[in-house]
């Protein structure tokens, strides 16, 4: 049975991988897709066809329910069907059994029967009794002669069946167990075959992504020397203009510091001569105030020796 992949599938109904997934998705019910160990999706032609049914229903704009009524009742045809074929297959199969047993039965037991039948006749018929007698004896007989053939014969047909179901059923088996490794190997040889094309295609992208980042590495190591070369020439250029700045600085803070040095000598030079002038002009003072006191009393001497009061007024 040849299988075939989501993406072989969409290609021969002509309908995308995702529509599909979601038509899975809503029937789960009636559209059951087998799936290998990989978890990947194995479609047959069955399930091919289920799904061009399906696009035909929503080709005719029918609603999801009716499309879920027509799927049931297609499955119910299904399995209705299935038993039907199983069973005339069987029957079939059985026929000429039935009648190789048959004609045995009855060939053994119609020798049985008749040696039977005529010793039940001689036994229970004594010889003075009237022929009716006899006749209905023989009837009976041949009655349980008949069930007990018919009994026989529907035991024996019941072995046969049995026998025959379990020898079908076994044969079933293994052709689905043929088909499911058979199935499996085909799935397991395309997802290899697909995962080395893929590996390959990764390889390649690899390879590209390595050379094109090899490049780009090669470019900025470049740029870095570029910038390095600069930032080095500025380096060295800022450097004189600091040892040239350092040089003005270290002169001008010389010159200052001698400007500041004469400074402060001429200000402890005029500090001293203020100092002196300054006990120059309190000593003056001083004696000032000494002359005026004098004065001061020379005044108070002269008016007393007048008898004027008036002075009082200053004391």
Not at 5 to 21: M, S
Not at 113 to 134: C, K, Q, R, W, Y
Not at 267 to 294: G, P
Request: hydrophobic content about 35%; some cysteine; aromatic content about 6%.
């Amino acid at each position: 049975m040849k299988t075939y992949t989501l993406k072989e599938v969409a290609k021969k109904i002509n309908i995308a991988p995702g529509i599909i997934r979601q038509w899975e998705k809503e029937l789960n019910e009636y559209l059951e897709i087998p799936r290998s160990k990989q978890g990947a999706r194995i479609y047959t032609d069955t399930e091919i066809e289920l799904l061009q049914e399906i696009k035909e229903m929503y080709c005719q704009k029918l609603s999801k329910e009716m499309i879920r009524t027509n799927l049931q009742q297609l499955h119910e045809s299904e399995r209705e069907a299935e038993p039907e074929m199983l069973n005339t297959d069987k029957v079939e199969a059985i026929k000429p059994i039935e009648n190789t047993q048959t004609t045995d039965v009855t060939a053994e037991t119609t020798d049985v029967s008749v040696e039977v039948i005529a010793a039940e006749a001689i036994t229970t018929a004594p010889a003075n009794e009237e022929p009716n007698l006899n006749a209905s004896l023989f009837l009976e007989a041949v009655d349980t002669f008949k069930n007990n053939f018919i009994n026989e014969v529907k035991e024996e047909i019941r072995t046969v069946v049995r026998k025959e179901l379990i020898e079908e059923m076994k044969k079933e088996i293994n052709k689905g167990t043929y088909t499911t490794v058979k199935t499996l190997t085909d799935s397991i040889y395309k997802s290899t075959a697909n995962t080395k094309a893929e590996i390959e295609g990764l390889s390649e992208t690899v390879e590209k992504a390595s050379e094109e980042t090899a490049d780009k590495l090669q470019y900025l190591s470049n740029s870095i020397k570029n910038v390095s070369i600069e930032t080095a020439d500025e380096i060295a250029t800022l450097s004189k203009q600091l040892s040239e700045t350092t040089n003005n600085l270290s002169h001008t803070i010389d010159y200052t510091n001698n400007e500041l040095s004469g400074l402060t000598e001429a200000i402890s030079l005029d500090r001293e001569f203020f100092v002196e002038e300054r006990q120059q002009y309190l000593h003056e003072i001083s004696q000032r105030e000494v002359a005026f006191q004098q004065m001061l009393t020379n005044f108070r001497d002269v008016a007393a020796a007048k008898e004027k009061k008036w002075w009082k007024f200053w004391s």
